[in-house]
């Protein structure tokens, strides 16, 4: 969908470059805020870009299309936010409000209350876009007299009231100009229902043309559920068998030497973890909801017999309780790349944002390849990056350098040669790994930094030798 503030749909310059929008994304849905024309004009806009249905709303200033397979109800409220419940064929539903906010402080206060009415009676996946007319940071606005601070704090609570959070975009920082100020006054925001939902949404936001509002590009996609590749979990070291499992896999035989060899070595200890984690270490979010049962019947047993055999029982469950909780935080920071948290702060919410934060960073939606043409199909885009890659470093022209260069180069001594090709000693390879960050991204292998601190012991020598 495309949400714009076009400041004027009668010019036709700006119509042709909403079409052309609209047809390069095969929109189904458009709406325009501050059209500053009649409502007549509306019908004639609506046969240009091709949709089946328009309405106008709030006294004129928004303008919706859309086709015939959506169903749309609308509420108005505070003469700044149409919401609508949008079905589809399939059955699901989204909520929409369109915002089309006052300049004023005291005047947006009506719309922050509205939103903060409709968080308590939307269900489901909500999406909040359009014009706020207010920045929620500094960051946000540049040229002209400094943000007002009382406005961003008004603007953070609400939106920190209603549950919503920003829609990740690309672009421009900057969506809106008078040519001597720029500032980020458009914007989409979720709730978590529609983060869960829709865990690759993405805005972009597009060339202002015409208008001193850039249109905002709106995709929602749902995550894959494609089969993930291994990663080395650091919360596995605490189980009492894990470095058993490493040695067992570490040992097995396999053909190579050097580099081949300890990547086979990798492999084999990938497949014994990857059985041990099913057969033995387990869910982790299943070992918590057992240990609370578990320890909700030892405190019941405990309110009732209170001697000495249901006590050290019922310390027994505190302690497994607090253990998979302690792993159940450890799994969520390492997978939420966080690195300032400690063990103990336990926030799952946030640690499901960060997660949902971070695999909208990492999602490419779509790539524009050389001729201008949008891929969109993963396997195209795929195709595309690995294309342009592969051709990016190559060459077709073989060519040597000349052997009468104007300038003398520096030549290698003796003893920068017998450095050069000496082998690392094992205490220098040994400072190196453990001077990277545990939890870092592991590499394609799907080892990180903390599995081969952990299990040094075990790996050293071959990876000496593959080095």
Excluded at 252 to 275: D, H, I, S, T, W
Aim: include cysteine.
């Amino acid at each position: 969908m495309v949400v714009w503030n076009i400041r004027g749909a009668s010019r036709k310059d700006s119509l042709r470059y909403l079409q052309k929008i609209c047809k390069a994304n095969a929109l189904r849905f458009v709406v325009l805020l501050e059209p500053m024309s009649d409502t007549p004009q509306l019908e004639v806009v609506r046969r240009f870009l091709g949709f089946d249905k328009a309405a106008a709303a709030l006294e004129n200033k928004v303008w919706v299309f859309w086709c015939n397979e959506m169903s749309l109800c609308f509420r108005e409220m505070a003469e700044q936010l149409l919401h609508m419940c949008i079905n589809f064929p399939s059955g699901c539903s989204i909520q929409l409000s369109v915002v089309y906010a006052r300049c004023s402080r005291v005047g947006r206060r009506e719309l922050w209350a509205a939103m903060e009415e409709l968080m308590g009676t939307v269900r489901g996946p909500w999406l909040v876009a359009g014009d706020f007319n207010v920045i929620s940071n500094a960051e946000e606005r540049t040229g002209g007299s400094p943000a007002n601070a009382r406005n961003m704090e008004e603007f953070n609570a609400a939106i920190g009231t209603c549950g919503l959070e920003e829609v990740p975009f690309d672009g421009s920082l900057f969506t809106w100009t008078n040519g001597r100020v720029w500032q980020r006054l458009d914007r989409a925001l979720m709730n978590r229902d529609w983060a869960d939902g829709y865990a690759l949404s993405h805005v972009s936001h597009l060339s202002r043309g015409r208008s001193d509002h850039a249109p905002l590009l709106i995709t929602a996609h749902s995550a894959s559920h494609q089969k993930s590749s291994f990663k080395f979990l650091n919360v596995w070291q605490r189980h009492t068998g894990f470095m058993d499992v490493v040695r067992q896999g570490w040992a097995m035989p396999v053909e190579g030497v050097g580099m081949p060899k300890f990547y086979n070595k990798l492999r084999a200890v990938k497949c014994c973890l990857q059985a041990w984690n099913v057969q033995v270490f387990g869910n982790i979010f299943n070992k918590v909801k057992e240990a609370e049962a578990v320890l909700k019947q030892r405190e019941a047993r405990f309110d009732n017999e209170r001697d000495s055999a249901s006590r050290a029982a019922l310390e027994e469950a505190k302690s497994l309780y607090a253990r998979s909780l302690a792993w159940e935080c450890e799994y969520w920071r390492q997978k939420a790349g966080i690195k300032w948290l400690q063990v103990g702060d336990a926030n799952s919410a946030y640690f499901h944002s960060r997660c949902r934060q971070r695999r909208s960073y990492n999602f490419v939606a779509r790539i524009k390849e050389q001729s201008g043409a949008w891929l969109e199909d993963i396997h195209d885009i795929r195709r595309s990056a690995v294309e342009f890659f592969s051709s990016l470093f190559a060459s077709d022209h073989h060519g040597c350098l000349s052997p009468g260069l104007p300038f003398a180069l520096p030549q290698l001594t003796s003893a920068d040669n017998a450095m050069l090709g000496a082998l690392p000693e094992l205490e220098e390879l040994k400072r190196v790994v453990f001077a990277l960050e545990a939890d870092s991204a592991p590499g394609p292998d799907g080892f990180g930094a903390g599995f081969y601190q952990v299990c040094w012991d075990i790996i050293n020598t071959d990876l000496l030798e593959a080095v």
